[in-house]
């Protein structure tokens, strides 16, 4: 549709950050989309691709074509999940306005952002936080992303992945990933490699892992390299919301624990929980891939300061793969 090359070319570089901007959007999209439901995730890559997952759902619901607002990051994910039937890539957060939300409904933006949420509900975890503003019952399920066998089999050959092959993904947008450097994974990495294990690393910070073979590709493309792997082993991000509904291998997944701030732009103090539960335990609760998804191929562990320790629990993990 010519609607989305407009958005791409007169937009987009500006993130659509500002009001201004927005309302021009704002107007083009109740021009072309006005008999479908628009509905706008929070910019994060995990909480995207949670409302998408839940869009097949939400059709079968509304009975109604959808509209989706996402990051650029996210628009080819987007596209290929059952019920979205159009995507432009529109990063909406800044720009909506609590008083100016109205219920779901045709031509109307809904933003499915989490601090929306009812004050008195109390969610179980993400997904269910993500059914509730989509006003969709507890029993409904994400649904998984299939990836291409031939983009699998291209991928495998364009890195020339081993079976070997452990994939590390040190980095994250919004927990304090930073709790462990680079020399942290760097230790990983060589272990790895002295044991017989080809290491990847996904990672934009080439300066501090050049002496490994690096990637940072398209989130699709990411997903078909893990595919390839022998495991995964990274800190907790929205990139392993993804893997998790897309790749079958074998996950080991890092936490930050309270000894640490546990997110990289809010205080422990400013984390709301349930149940006398701690920061770093409401974080493993509220946001644990293995039970959102029902991912058994998962292992999550909590990072308290012990890289040794962490180290050990992680070559249980792949001696188990």
């Not at 398209?218 to 991000?237: H, M, P, Q, Y």
Request: with cysteine.
């Amino acid at each position: 549709m010519k609607l989305i090359n407009i958005f791409r070319i007169e937009s987009w570089k500006k993130r659509l950050s500002f009001p201004f901007e927005y309302l021009k959007v704002k107007n083009l999209i109740n021009r072309y989309y006005k008999n479908y439901f628009i509905i706008a995730p929070a910019s994060n890559l995990g909480e995207t691709v949670i409302t998408v997952s839940l869009m097949n759902e939400f059709y079968k619901k509304y009975h109604g074509q959808n509209l989706l607002l996402v990051n650029n990051r996210m628009y080819e994910i987007a596209k290929l999940f059952k019920g979205v039937d159009e995507v432009l890539p529109i990063y909406a957060y800044y720009a909506i306005k609590k008083q100016d939300i109205k219920s779901i409904s045709k031509g109307n933006i809904f933003p499915i952002f989490e601090k929306y949420l009812d004050s008195n509900f109390s969610p179980e975890n993400m997904v269910d936080s993500h059914r509730y503003l989509l006003g969709l019952p507890k029993d409904i399920q994400p649904t998984k992303i299939k990836l291409d066998n031939n983009l699998i089999l291209n991928i495998r050959n364009k890195y020339n992945i081993k079976p070997n092959t452990v994939l590390l993904s040190p980095e994250a947008n919004s927990l304090n990933y930073k709790i462990l450097s680079p020399s942290f994974w760097k230790k990983l990495a060589n272990i790895l490699t002295e044991k017989g294990y080809n290491i990847l690393i996904n990672t934009k910070d080439k300066n501090s892992y050049k002496e490994y073979n690096l990637i940072f590709d398209s989130i699709l493309n990411t997903c078909a390299i893990a595919e390839n792997c022998k495991c995964v082993i990274g800190f907790r991000s929205g990139l392993m919301d993804i893997f998790a509904l897309s790749v079958s291998k074998k996950m080991f997944i890092i936490y930050p624990s309270d000894n640490y701030q546990i997110y990289l732009f809010m205080s422990n103090k400013e984390i709301k929980t349930y149940n006398n539960l701690s920061c770093s335990q409401w974080i493993l609760h509220y946001s644990s891939l293995k039970t959102m998804f029902n991912n058994y191929n998962i292992t999550e562990t909590m990072f308290t300061g012990n890289e040794q320790l962490l180290i050990k629990e992680t070559f249980d993990f792949i001696k188990k793969t």
